[in-house]
């Protein structure tokens, strides 16, 4: 499963698509079809990790298989997340949380299965609200994607990049970052013009909501900036 997994959830999830188009399918077929769905669904979820979960939400997101879009997403959600070891010391009722040094909150991201996502897939990562990943991150592992994408496929990596960039929550990103952001998008073109300049204006009149097409919600990873205490929405 962890060699196969995905390939194998293809294949099943293609013959359960198929047999549903089947106009004959007696409603008793149905049934069993669906306790079929539903035991895949249970081993899949069981066997999923960082390596697999990419691989496994792009065969969810291609055959409409929601709940398992749905376990990917949280999956990927809760491994964003830096774990935090527990130590207990000898004093009483004292516990202490130190981050591990061996954990990396961005390894989904690094993975060739993230890089091989479509765009719908791509989409619904990056519209979650609660991944543990700062947004400079998510800028720069979409840059890889779409790279990989414009390579594949022999199209500019902006064209690549369209479907996904409005995603991205620039208007997060320190006025130094934005600027630098703006420098290279002029040597390799990703984000749209207008979207960058949507971005300045929340810097620029102080507001989360000068921005139409810039928003300004945090993520659970966005690391603070100084410019967020003048965004409208409060840090989750």
Do not use: Y
């Not at 990989?148 to 064209?159: I, K, W």
Request: net charge negative; hydrophobic share 45%.
């Amino acid at each position: 499963m962890r060699v196969n997994g995905a390939e194998t959830l293809w294949r099943i999830s293609r013959l359960i698509t198929g047999a549903r188009q089947r106009e004959e399918f007696l409603e008793k077929e149905t049934f069993m079809l669906d306790q079929v769905e539903r035991l895949c669904l249970e081993f899949v979820v069981k066997m999923l990790d960082v390596e697999l979960v990419c691989e496994t939400l792009q065969v969810a997101v291609t055959f409409g298989l929601g709940p398992l879009q749905e376990h990917c997403i949280a999956f990927i959600e809760a491994h964003s997340q830096v774990q935090l070891p527990i130590f207990i010391l000898p004093i009483p009722h004292l516990i202490l949380l130190l981050p591990d040094p061996f954990s990396d909150p961005q390894e989904v991201l690094r993975t060739r299965g993230f890089l091989e996502l479509s765009a719908p897939a791509l989409l619904s990562l990056l519209r979650s609200d609660n991944l543990c990943v700062d947004e400079a991150e998510l800028v720069l592992a979409a840059r890889s994607w779409a790279r990989v994408g414009a390579a594949v496929l022999e199209r500019p990596v902006a064209e690549v990049a369209a479907p996904v960039v409005r995603e991205l929550r620039l208007a997060l990103l320190a006025p130094a970052e934005l600027s630098a952001l703006e420098e290279q998008n002029r040597r390799e073109p990703l984000i749209p013009v207008e979207q960058i300049v949507e971005a300045w204006k929340c810097h620029a009149l102080r507001r989360g909501d000068a921005a139409r097409d810039a928003p300004c919600r945090r993520r659970r990873g966005t690391v603070p900036r100084e410019h967020h205490r003048f965004l409208d929405l409060p840090f989750k």
